[in-house]
């Protein structure tokens, strides 16, 4: 109903309603990009995020321009198209650098934050130079804005740097540091969704690290912060799918009981 609204709008106004109009369309097809791909639902996800993206370049907002590029971002990432997703990155910073100048705090956390998505993209791509480009980048941005904050839903700020430090640690294989520095990552200032993510970056680096019960106990923590999140996300599914699978003999009652919650058994 919001979307089929969303598009009316962008189709009905002209002038400066007609962009106002389609940077709201955008947003719009962000949310359900999000909400798709942590439902699993990468390809409708992509398109979401794709029609998004051309709807902010109708609106000539270059903060909500930059938004949509860090959704394009997450799909081409979570379809494991990683060098592809790296160069985006790449352009898009091209693209927007010119607004770095007079940044408000709305343009420096959807550019910081596009380069923490990027960092991953890297990380995946076992490209450790980039990877760290983009959090040293990542890192300024967040020094300007100066404090944690939530501008553009974003979350961003030195917390979500330290976070994806954390996982992008994990994603290059370095799990010994992930699992020591996820812990010590302060999270309670930032949203719930973005908590709750860190918690199963780290339960995998523990996991990995063959430190499966305090894993657990991460998972249990963020499953009380966040249940629906936890009980739906791929990433909560594959990690206790994965303790499932490599128990011998039977799994602990702990284990199966969550395993039961989350429907992977």
């Excluded at 709201?24 to 949310?31: I, K, P, R, S, V």
């Excluded at 100048?101 to 960092?119: D, I, K, N, Q």
């Excluded at 949203?191 to 690290?209: G, K, M, Q, Y």
């Excluded at 599914?237 to 039961?260: F, K, M, N, Q, Y």
Aim: hydrophobic letters at 45%; aromatic letters at 6%.
């Amino acid at each position: 109903m919001v979307l089929s609204d969303a598009l009316l709008a962008a189709r009905a106004y002209g002038g400066e309603e007609r962009e106002e109009a389609n940077a709201l369309l955008a947003l719009t097809y962000q949310g359900a990009a999000m909400v798709l791909g942590k439902l699993g639902e990468s390809e409708l996800a992509w398109m979401a995020a794709d029609r998004g993206l051309a709807a902010a370049q109708q609106s000539g907002n270059h903060v909500v321009i930059g938004s949509l590029f860090r959704s394009v971002t997450h799909c081409l990432l979570s379809t494991g198209r990683f060098e592809t997703a790296v160069q985006l990155v790449s352009d898009a910073a091209g693209f927007l650098e010119p607004g770095r100048g007079e940044a408000t705090p709305a343009f420096l956390s959807v550019y910081g934050t596009l380069f923490l998505t990027g960092s991953m993209a890297a990380a995946r791509a076992e490209d450790r130079a980039t990877t760290q480009a983009f959090l040293r980048e990542a890192d300024a941005m967040a020094a300007r804005l100066g404090a944690d904050g939530n501008h553009m839903w974003t979350a961003f700020g030195p917390t979500n740097v330290a976070i994806h430090k954390v996982a992008t640690a994990g994603e290059l294989g370095d799990f010994q540091v992930a699992a020591e520095l996820g812990p010590q990552v302060d999270t309670s200032g930032l949203p719930v969704e973005r908590r709750v993510r860190h918690n199963l970056e780290v339960a995998r680096a523990l996991t990995a690290w063959n430190r499966t019960d305090d894993a657990l106990s991460v998972v249990l923590d963020a499953e009380e912060m966040a249940p629906e999140q936890v009980r739906h996300h791929y990433m909560s599914r594959e990690i206790v799918l994965g303790w499932v699978r490599g128990t011998r003999g039977r799994p602990t009652r702990s284990v199966a009981d969550l395993a039961e919650r989350l429907r992977v058994i």
